[in-house]
């Protein structure tokens, strides 16, 4: 069964910083491309950062230079460093992976940047 469960969300002052986590198994967790979500209250859900077994990265321009993605294959654990937070990041965040021909999220985890 696969799981992926994030933590870390929380509130933070505009400028500050923050780590997601994403804690998978049931998956071969360092083949595997891991990926961060967001969703914003009322908009679309947008990817914003990927990072492959290979630990090659990709990131949403909105985001590039402040965030980062890596991970830890002994944990079987990708994180997400967020620097200079801004209120337009405040959404519920998302691990993702897919496995066997089928996709898999956690269960988010609200960021809110907010003075």
């Known amino acids: 069964q696969v799981r992926l469960v994030e933590s870390g969300g929380g509130l933070v002052q505009p400028g500050g910083s923050l780590r997601l986590s994403c804690a998978a198994s049931?998956?071969?967790?360092?083949?595997?491309?891991m990926a961060w979500y967001r969703q914003a209250p009322g908009k679309q859900r947008e990817l914003v950062a990927t990072?492959?077994?290979?630990?090659?990265?990709n990131y949403a321009d909105s985001v590039k230079g402040r965030f980062t993605i890596s991970r830890d294959n002994a944990k079987n654990t990708v994180y997400l460093q967020m620097n200079n937070l801004k209120p337009e990041d405040t959404a519920v965040y998302y691990c993702?992976?897919?496995?066997?021909?089928?996709?898999?999220w956690g269960q988010g985890t609200q960021l809110t940047v907010s003075s």
């Open positions: 993702f992976t897919t496995w066997g021909g089928y996709n898999y």
């Open positions: 049931g998956i071969i967790f360092s083949i595997k491309t």
């Open positions: 990072i492959a077994g290979n630990s090659t990265t």
